[in-house]
């Protein structure tokens, strides 16, 4: 009833840039927070932004500086702007939203994520 479709990844070579999106879709009342997670071969998922319903934003340290979280509220969608990409950039990067299908408020959202989309970056 929910779908979030990421598109935008690719192979780049080191210090060049990429523009993820994620478009939520389906039954969505509201979105609360959104973030972009990305996860390397043979290590955990891990944060890289977040973005709340106000504008309030987080990274990771390792990306700060160089990756920017925005979203378009009227669109449902979250974008991340990579650029001076590194190597270790390298993974398979996931969108999540919190969406209420049915309310707004506390206790309305449940956490829905995309498919996820490779992002390599050669040296």
């Known amino acids: 009833q929910v779908q979030l479709v990421e598109s935008g990844g690719g192979l780049v070579q080191a210090g060049g840039s990429l523009r993820l999106s994620c478009a939520a879709s389906?039954?969505?009342?509201?979105?609360?927070?959104m973030g972009w997670y990305r996860q390397a071969p043979g290590k955990q998922r891990e944060l890289v932004a977040t973005i709340s319903l106000g504008g309030r934003t987080r990274s990771a340290d390792s990306v700060k500086g160089r990756f920017t979280i925005s979203r378009d509220t009227a669109k449902n969608t979250v974008y991340l702007q990579m650029n001076s990409l590194k190597p270790e950039d390298t993974a398979v990067y996931y969108c999540?939203?919190?969406?209420?299908?049915?309310?707004?408020?506390?206790?309305?959202?449940?956490?829905?994520w995309g498919q996820g989309t490779q992002v390599t970056v050669s040296s």
């Open positions: 999540s939203a919190d969406i209420g299908m049915y309310c707004s408020g506390i206790g309305c959202y449940s956490t829905y």
């Open positions: 389906g039954r969505i009342l509201s979105i609360n927070g």
